[in-house]
């Protein structure tokens, strides 16, 4: 009789174990303490008791995740939503659609020293700024630009590599640097600035209110892995409420994957993500991925005018709130 328990014990466990389903999911970047919540969900089994094995990786940017979602590498990816604009306009057979918006607004920001004598966005007239090649927020700079009277043709830009950027306007190489503040913050304060001699001109707060990073999935996919999708977000949301409520644990976690990384800058930049990106007013009042149709039509827009599209994606081509849980999963902590 004991045997029999015993073999009816190892055939349930395998029933379970074989009851997961493998996603795989890819990160925008290198991990980093924004990415509290997805480790959470990982390391405090959200992912597993919802019935999914899930491979995480990190990633290589945003168009290098965009691109591994639609050549069906990846199952689940993080990127900023901005970037799908111009990614569906030229991929209509093969789009990538946002299932779950997680920035509810964009990072994307002006940084500078306040020796630099920036303080406000019409003193950027006639300044050099310091971008990479494909940083959102240098693509978004004319809409910045035109929200808040500037000449955009006055400004001079020099394009660096993503890990010399801000440093390179640290060396006095450039007035300023555009970037995600969650990053290029971090960076000058790594090159031996003080926070407090950063002046930040967040986009988001300056005319240019568009939204940030979302969880994408190829849209032929979805459409035969719905439930999977809505599993993968609960999980992720209660890794983003653990992140918020515990987020020592959270920063733990994610030094555990890279240990090389600084636990007080760690923490700093998971704090800002959160304050500034993830809880803002709109999703206290609406709750995790709720979207705004004008906003994102706004989104939608400025991005086309940014990258010239001329056949930019409807709301329908770029985002969908079908896959999201209830709303009582996504209320806040």
Do not use: C
Not at 152 to 173: E, F, H, T
Not at 313 to 320: D, E, L, N, R, Y
């Amino acid at each position: 009789m004991i045997r029999a328990m015993i073999l009816g014990l190892l055939a349930t466990t395998a029933s379970v174990a074989h009851a997961q389903t493998p996603v795989k999911f890819s990160l925008d970047w290198s991990y980093q303490g924004y990415h509290g919540g997805f480790v959470q969900a990982a390391d405090q089994g959200f992912y597993e008791k919802q019935g999914l094995s899930v491979t995480m990786d990190r990633g290589f940017g945003v168009t290098d995740t965009i691109s591994k979602i639609a050549a069906g590498t990846y199952d689940i990816g993080f990127a900023d939503i901005n970037a799908l604009v111009q990614f569906n306009a030229g991929h209509a057979d093969n789009r990538v659609l946002g299932v779950f918006q997680i920035y509810d607004k964009t990072m994307a920001a002006v940084m500078a020293l306040k020796k630099s004598g920036i303080a406000k966005p019409s003193d950027l007239a006639g300044k050099t700024i310091a971008a990479a090649e494909a940083d959102v927020a240098r693509l978004l700079f004319p809409a910045f630009a035109k929200a808040n009277n500037i000449d955009a043709a006055s400004v001079k830009w020099q394009i660096y590599a993503p890990n010399l950027r801000d440093s390179m306007m640290v060396q006095g190489r450039a007035d300023a640097v555009t970037g995600f503040t969650i990053t290029s913050i971090f960076n000058i304060v790594g090159a031996g600035v003080p926070q407090s001699e950063i002046v930040t001109l967040a986009f988001a707060d300056l005319g240019v209110d568009v939204y940030g990073s979302s969880l994408i999935v190829r849209e032929s996919w979805a459409k035969d892995h719905a439930d999977l999708i809505t599993k993968f977000i609960t999980a992720t949301i209660q890794g983003l409420d653990s992140a918020i409520t515990d987020r020592p644990a959270a920063i733990a976690n994610v030094i555990k994957r890279d240990k090389l990384l600084d636990p007080k800058v760690e923490r700093a930049r998971l704090d800002m993500v959160i304050d500034t990106g993830f809880v803002t007013p709109y999703i206290k009042a609406h709750g995790w991925g709720a979207l705004d149709p004008a906003r994102v039509q706004q989104t939608i827009d400025l991005n086309a005018a940014a990258y010239n599209v001329s056949n930019p994606p409807t709301q329908a081509q770029i985002v969908s709130t079908a896959y999201l849980p209830s709303e009582a999963v996504r209320k806040l902590p």
